[in-house]
T-cell receptor, first 111, second 113 residues
């Protein structure tokens, strides 16, 4: 079946550092790909998405490019802030309104 | 506009009991999905409802059931609770047509003792 694998956390960085969180997927066909963020005590918020190969999703300084050849959708940000501390989930859309999530990566940014 | 609202926020139950969780979708959204998020893991799909009909079901036992009402709100019911049912239960809504973006509520944290 379809699945998503994320780099294991936790990830700890200093403010203004460069961020990469790896995400690879296994799927039949051409799924849509998403990054969701979960702040402490809250539900999931959509961060960005891409619906076809070579699409780049971006939001709040975060970017991710849909790479079909490597089945990847890595999340990047050039300069992280303390407020970016959260858990990040990579997900794919499998149809029937069902999202398949990775296990999540906890990110902590130190001032 | 209000987002997806879930109630209660927290719940403590004992093994063998029954629990009902509630969800109100974003106004205009006709589809509701339920997910279980065990601590330290990603959400797992439980159910999806559209127009009061079940349209998808994840790999969960029959102790889990749900329904959707004419106003598109939804309930998730879990019978004969087990310790392993302790989790954050998330509800998501979307429009069904158009973009496949699901909007999540803050969740109900269920603790089974």
């Amino acid at each position: 079946g379809n699945s998503v694998t994320q780099m294991e956390g936790p990830v700890t960085l200093s403010e203004e550092a460069f961020l990469t969180i790896n995400c690879t997927y296994t799927a039949t066909g051409y799924p849509s790909l998403f990054w969701y963020v979960q702040y402490p005590g809250e539900g999931l918020q959509l961060l960005l998405k891409a619906t076809k190969a070579d699409d780049k999703g971006s939001n709040k300084g975060f970017e991710a490019t849909y790479r079909k050849e490597t089945t990847s959708f890595h999340l990047e940000k050039g300069s992280v802030q303390v407020s970016d501390s959260a858990v990040y989930f990579c997900a794919l859309y499998q149809g029937a309104q069902k999202l398949v999530f990775g296990q999540g990566t906890r990110l902590t940014i130190n001032p | 506009d209000a987002g997806v609202t879930q109630s209660p926020t927290h719940l403590i139950k004992t093994r063998g009991q029954h629990v009902t969780l509630r969800c109100s979708p974003i106004s205009g959204h006709k589809s509701v999905s339920w997910y279980q998020q065990v601590l330290g893991q990603g959400p797992q799909f439980i159910f999806q409802y559209y127009e009061k009909e079940e349209r998808g079901r994840g790999n969960f036992p029959d102790r889990f059931s749900a329904r959707q009402f004419p106003n598109y709100s939804s309930e998730l019911n879990v019978n004969a609770l087990l310790l392993g049912d302790s989790a954050l239960y998330l509800c998501a809504s979307n429009q069904w047509t158009g973009e496949n973006i699901q909007y999540f509520g803050a969740g109900t944290r269920l603790s089974v003792l």
